[in-house]
């Protein structure tokens, strides 16, 4: 009788152990799409605000953009720096302070006289950007079973995606009623509420990702790992992303313009489905994931596809529901590239050593958000639109060859979430 009673327990228990595991799961999933979200919303407050903040100091535009060059320039440079720091640490503590520093820089930005109080403040809000992709990919990488990381991944993304795509909603109807340093301070109410979340119930998240003790003693670590060639790599190709997405986001709607007389409305709708489109192609993106270990052939069914979309774009006059309709598929197979995105990187990466190396290689988004501007805009300047869809074709296309010539690495223990991280 005994024995039948064993038997009966023994897939109870187990079965209430993968329960909790997943349930646990889901808490550390939800908290780390929540903080990305505010990340998100960080990045696109001022852009909707240009106007209101530029008659505010008394300012032109290029000196209200200095401020988002500040922003970027700080996390181009010290990013990395926040990923050895995630590593040594712990991601949480970092995760929390980068939310707590984010509060008050644009608290700061909002209430503090004086123009340039306001480029410094934004300084500090691209430090405190520099915390969010290594301490979210070193959580979900130490405590996600491998058979659903990819999903974990897309989730993440598609956080942020929304993040952008509900900010300026979100501060042009706060800034109608209190104005824009409404507008800014309840981005920063968000910010700390998010904070209070993690101190709350953050205790599921890892305080520290424990390097295994089986990890091979010549492994590269530090700077070596940083600058060896499969890093290197995916910095190259997060950069050519970056530049590419800069170039379709930024001058669609004007470079459609002056090419092939686009009217306006068209182009901002064929945009806006690329962008939303994107999005839903993110979450579809972590399905196929989970389901292939051949990443690489994602990327670059994707990249084809998206490098055909910018060349039809730059010489075909199409009508306007050919128009939505391409950048609508183009922006789902955008999306759909973002997580294998992230594992290509993930599988290059030792144990412990998540938050350094997801923050260099991230580190090329910023890069690419500084010379992505400058580049096109020149070309705009120039009367050269097609020039700018050419370019983006070519560094979609750099980044397919980067993807699909990369070393497949072989499979390491991190596939599976360290309990020693928990």
């Not at 079965?15 to 349930?23: L, N």
């Not at 709350?200 to 990890?215: E, T």
Request: charged share 10%; net charge positive.
């Amino acid at each position: 009788m005994s024995s039948t009673s064993d038997s009966l327990d023994m897939p109870l228990s187990a079965e209430t152990g993968a329960d909790r595991e997943r349930g646990r799961e889901v808490k550390v999933i939800t908290l780390i799409a929540i903080a990305h979200f505010v990340s998100h919303v960080h990045i696109m407050l001022l852009p909707p605000l240009f106007g209101e903040v530029r008659e505010a100091f008394g300012v032109s535009y290029i000196q209200i953009g200095l401020a988002l060059t500040a922003f970027n320039v700080v996390s181009a440079l010290l990013q990395t720096p926040a990923g050895f720091l995630v590593d040594r640490i712990g991601p949480r503590a970092m995760l929390t302070g980068g939310l707590l520093l984010g509060t008050a820089a644009i608290t700061a930005a909002a209430l503090l006289p004086g123009y340039w109080t306001f480029v410094i403040a934004y300084g500090f809000l691209g430090l405190a950007n520099t915390v969010y992709h290594p301490a979210d990919y070193s959580i979900l990488s130490a405590t996600i079973d491998h058979r659903r990381i990819g999903k974990a991944f897309s989730i993440h993304t598609f956080a942020g995606y929304l993040g952008s795509g509900v900010t300026p909603a979100l501060v042009l109807a706060c800034a109608a009623i209190w104005g824009w340093r409404g507008g800014f301070l309840v981005a920063a109410g968000l910010s700390f509420a998010t904070a209070l979340l993690l101190i709350v119930a953050g205790s599921v998240l890892p305080r520290i990702v424990h390097k295994p003790g089986q990890q091979a003693a010549g492994g590269k670590v530090g700077l070596d790992l940083l600058l060896s060639g499969p890093v290197l790599r995916n910095l190259l190709f997060f950069f050519c992303l970056a530049m590419a997405n800069g170039g379709i986001q930024t001058f669609t709607v004007v470079g459609m313009g002056e090419i092939h007389g686009t009217p306006f409305t068209v182009a901002n709708v064929a945009l806006s489905g690329f962008l939303l489109c994107s999005a839903f192609g993110v979450l579809v993106g972590g399905i196929i994931a989970d389901r292939t270990p051949h990443h690489e052939r994602v990327a670059a069914v994707g990249f084809a596809c998206t490098s055909t979309m910018a060349i039809l774009m730059a010489w075909v006059n199409m009508p306007a529901a050919a128009l939505i309709g391409l950048l609508s598929v183009g922006g789902l197979l955008n999306g759909i590239i973002q997580p294998s995105r992230d594992m290509m990187v993930r599988a290059v990466t030792p144990p412990g050593s998540f938050g350094k190396v997801f923050g260099f290689v991230s580190t090329g988004f910023n890069l690419g958000g500084m010379v992505a501007p400058l580049l096109f805009g020149f070309l705009m300047d120039q009367h050269e639109p097609r020039a700018i869809f050419m370019i983006v074709a070519g560094f979609i296309l750099l980044a397919l060859v980067t993807a699909i010539t990369r070393t497949k690495p072989q499979s390491t223990p991190h596939g599976l979430a360290d309990s020693s991280s928990r």
